[in-house]
């Protein structure tokens, strides 16, 4: 069919239509990726604050409960040296004992002439065994002291370490290993966030700042409620034969009807105003059968075997001083605030004819890691505990960090003016429930579940 020149006319005037439509459709596709990018890239950017919070108040709980677990080792340490102190004191005490014994009966048997002869030869390596455990002991005690001041010395620079600025200085670094640009309980970013939530964050940071290095104390032996007395009896329970040979009766009886012979030995743990001592005597003793009874037991010989530890060492202090959880026994345990924040200025965004992927100042997330005693089952380490729930403590090493759930972790919206406070709340759960979806999906850094972190 052939195509009139009045046709031909109309198809050149309707020719071009679509390019307008085509040019609304561009513009339209443009600003949905731009806004695609934006939002990805806020909600990367949120993400990566989560698992910053996460991880710095995680470290930082993990550093808190190693350096108490560090104090836990020394005390322990401290209170095994002491131990060991007594039992070489008993062990002089009874080898003076033994001198002294062949001593009294080579006197008494020096005219026996196939006896002198045997005697003789104990009674000389008695006193070389004399001699040598008491020249010893002039050398140990005095190391063993040296060594508890060391503990002593190391447990004051870990108070030293809390009090210092050491601990935000490794929750920065471990958030800035996310990315340089977040902050960490920076009160200048704090301060572009709403009035009462400014307060109520900034409240918890000094808080914080004062319980951290707060946490722990120093205690002497005059105002320790007698942990330490308890904590070295309870230690020498759980070895039967420490127990016996430092505490108990390290002897033998021997009897017949008429005559009885008895071996006594103990050794007592004084405390003194000035530091400690072990005091440990051995001697033979005897009764006899009276008409009526037994006579009261007699010493055999003028000399006991006696022995001390300051008499190996005369300023020697025990367990002094050490540090535990400050205050009162209880279930303290200690929380520890990871606010990160990021600008929304460092966050890569595009701009089309002023489109933006938010209009919040500030990104923020926020983290709570906790510090808690937690005694496991069995019983390697003895517990100081007068029932069966051991309280916190610094003389067991079980102290391990957590993650808690924190009040909120999405971005701190700007209220509007009129909005109350029960609004505010209201809008930050339902803000909680928009978002607890992509933060625990973005947390791969963490690994495991937030209950089984343990230092």
């Known amino acids: 069919m052939a195509v009139t020149a009045a046709q031909r006319t109309c198809y050149k005037a309707e020719s071009g239509q679509v390019l307008p439509i085509a040019l609304l459709g561009v513009v339209i596709s443009s600003a ?30 993990v550093w808190i ?42 006197r008494v048997t020096q005219w026996l002439p196939f006896v002198a002869p045997y005697i003789d030869s104990a009674e000389r390596i008695a006193a070389h ?51 340089p640009g977040i902050r960490l309980n920076d009160h200048a970013s704090l301060a572009r966030m709403p009035g009462e939530l400014r307060a109520m964050l900034e409240s918890q940071l000094l808080e914080q700042l004062a319980s951290v290095p707060s946490f722990v104390r120093r205690y002497t032996v005059s105002d320790d409620r007698d942990s330490v007395r308890e904590l070295i009896e309870k230690s020498l329970r759980a070895t039967p034969s420490m127990m016996r040979w430092i505490s108990g009766e390290r002897g033998w009886q021997e009897s017949n009807p008429v005559f009885r012979l008895r071996k006594r030995g103990v050794t007592e743990h004084v405390q003194l105003a000035n530091g400690a001592d072990w005091r440990a005597r051995d001697q033979l003793q005897y009764r006899t059968r009276r008409l009526v009874g037994w006579g009261g037991w007699g010493r055999i010989g003028a000399r006991e075997g006696q022995a001390s530890a300051r008499e190996f060492a005369s300023g020697y202090a025990g367990v002094s001083s050490y540090y535990n959880v400050a205050g009162t026994p209880s279930d303290r345990a200690l929380s520890l605030v990871a606010i990160a924040t990021k600008s929304q200025d460092e966050i890569a965004s595009a701009d089309l004819l002023g489109m933006t992927s938010s209009t919040l100042p500030l990104l923020s997330a926020l983290a709570v890691a906790r510090v808690e005693f937690r005694r496991p089952a069995g019983d390697s380490f003895a517990a100081l505990a007068r029932g069966e729930h051991e309280l916190a403590n610094l003389f067991n090493p079980f102290w391990a960090a957590r993650l808690a759930r924190s009040s ?36 791969p850094a963490l690994g495991r579940k937030a209950g089984r972190h343990q230092a």
Do not use: K
């Open 65 to 106: 409960a190693r350096h108490l677990n560090f104090v836990a080792y020394t005390n322990r340490a401290m209170i095994a040296n002491h131990a060991a102190v007594g039992h070489f004191v008993s062990y002089v005490s009874w080898v003076r004992y033994v001198h002294d014994s062949i001593e009294d009966v080579d």
């Open 129 to 179: 065994v004399r001699q040598l455990a008491e020249q010893s002991a002039s050398v140990v005690v005095p190391a063993i002291d040296a060594w508890n001041a060391s503990f002593r010395a190391a447990q004051a620079e870990v108070q030293a370490s809390l009090a210092a600025d050491h601990l935000r200085e490794l929750m920065q670094a471990t958030a800035s290993a996310y990315d």
């Open 408 to 443: 909120c972790d999405v971005p701190m919206r700007r209220p509007p003016l009129q909005q109350t406070s029960s609004a505010r709340r209201r809008d930050c759960r339902n803000a909680r429930r928009a978002h607890r979806a992509p933060a625990i999906r973005h947390r």
């Open 32 to 61: 949905v990726l731009v806004l695609l990018f934006n939002n990805a890239q806020r909600i990367i950017a949120r993400s990566q604050l989560v698992n910053a919070a996460d991880a710095a108040a995680y470290s930082g709980a």
